[in-house]
């Protein structure tokens, strides 16, 4: 056993797989040790480094993924593909006489129970797989010894998906030797592999018909994820998710297929659009799937971010640390094909407002629709055309706001935020600008609201309240203007804001003719704006109130402004 264990070697203990990258003497000890990086690299106990020496260095960037194993401890004997498949599609049949028809086959040894009938009923029911699944049963070659080539593609030619991850391949070759006996194979998944001289190996050939290819957690460079995927010349979808990517270098791309329109790079370690920039040079990209890594902006500060090619319609740039609004108005430069986005998770797409009635979330979904005129898909929710006109007018009060909020000499600053601003205002109009002249914050008006308290069939009270009036104090007011116990009344804060009415428009019917109904939903929209009078505007929006709940919070951070509307409901 000893003389079978060697650098590079994979090897299984209890199902967990690792890979030899020592054999040696271990410094404060006697006898032989394996120094064995984990699949799993949370398993180990440092990384090759023991005791301040270092014997062997990880592929994973994990300070727990390596430890010494002595070369005595049971390994799992290895299989073959065919051993595999029977190991898991055909050891539940059952002979007459009520035993298992098993068959285990193993490096050149068989063990197995004659009979034509289970031999026959065996094959038949793989004979039939078109999806085989075979991680983690130890497969570490294509044949046994004794087995002729063509036996696979006897035994199960109506494969289409193959999973072969996390097993113990060491090379390639048998991988592609399983390949090219499976003529219908469509789908494969060689996850959590630990492929070596990948780059080396010219002699793989080809698997014509594969058109989607995993190779996550196999910790490949990107140039060896590409060569293996130029040797499936029918390839459309690549996944090299999970590889501790940091940046894609220059490779010639004119190597890989055509056909090849979706590339998964979920869970690496970009930070920029800048670190996948030699994507730009796949014309016939359409897809690109980035969820999970560290991206915060499109370039970093001083570059030029990457333009890339129009066929690339769809982005998913969820669960990354994207900081700011900017990021999103910088898309449609970067991607001016983009029609498709999931953007969701980020810290500024997530943010809390705890005073908002509407969730963030609904607000900042608006809110990029708005930004992005091209998009047709948001977060896998379809942007209809009342979603957009709903989301691009409700931005665009929102711009109105800070524009008063803000004074006339920083309205310039405040535009540069919005880079639509003058797109919506040319399609709905300018929203009106009030702003307030500038109080004095050591004047008592700076420290007082005036609120117009009113109630169902009683005259309207208006009075000056102190700021610093907690909600218990401000009801305490309203009870005694209106004759009311402050226990028994309820405060509502009438905004004089509009908000969409969700999922109005999910019933409506398609039209035949989509121009004369963007047309026909706009100009209703428009109609409704100019009805200010009503509680709620037909159809889409509606007054937005915020409930003031009673507790120790100061009246002036729960509302908006100096002059205030509130509503008096009897509890």
Known sequence: ????????????????????????????????????????????????????????TCKSKFPTAASFVRPSRPADPPRHFLAAVNHKYASEYMLPDGRRAAEEIFFGKRAEEVGFEKIRRKQANIGELTIVILEDLQVASARADDESEGTISRTCPKITQLDLSRNLFQYLDPVFDICRELPNLQHLTLNGNRFQEVLENETHGVIENVKELSLEQTMMSWEEVCHIATKCPSLAALDAGSNQLQSLPALNYGNLPSTLTSINLEINDFTTFADISTLTALTSLRNIHLKGNNITAIAPEGVEGPIFPESVQYLDVSYNNIQSWTFVDQIPKHFPGLVGLRIGHNPFYDAVDVDAKASSSEESHM?????????????????????????????????????????????????????????????????????????????????????????????????????????????????????????????????????????????EGESSDEEAEEERERKEVDANAADEGSASKPGRWMKREVELREGPRQIGYCVDGLDVKIRVEAR
């Not at 409700?394 to 797109?423: C, M, N």
């Not at 169902?456 to 116990?485: C, H, N, Q, R, W």
Request: overall charge negative; glycine content about 8%.
């Open 1 to 56: 056993m000893a003389a079978l264990q060697y650098v590079g070697q994979r090897i299984s203990y209890d199902g967990a797989l690792c890979t030899v990258r020592y054999v040696g003497e271990v410094a404060g000890t006697s006898g032989a040790w394996l120094g064995v990086e984990w699949d799993d690299s949370a398993r180990g106990k440092h990384d090759g480094c023991h005791k301040g020496v270092r014997y062997f």
């Open 367 to 507: 809110f990029t629709v708005a930004r992005l005129a091209s998009l047709k898909s948001l977060n896998f929710s379809q942007v209809t055309v009342a979603d957009r006109t709903n989301a691009e007018m409700f931005y665009l009060s929102r711009i109105g706001k800070q524009l008063a909020a803000a004074s006339e000499d920083a309205e310039t600053e405040v535009l540069a935020l919005h880079p639509r601003w003058a797109e919506l205002c040319e399609i709905y109009g300018a929203p009106s600008i009030v702003r307030r002249s500038e109080v004095n914050p050591a004047f008592l008006e700076a420290r007082l609201i005036t609120v117009s308290f009113h109630r169902d069939g009683e005259e309207e009270k208006v009075t000056k309240i102190p700021k610093s009036y907690d909600i218990y104090a401000v009801k305490g007011v309203a009870g005694k203007l209106f004759d009311l116990s402050p226990l028994k009344l309820g405060l509502i804060w009438e905004t004089g804001e509009w908000d969409p009415v969700a999922g109005f428009d999910d019933e």
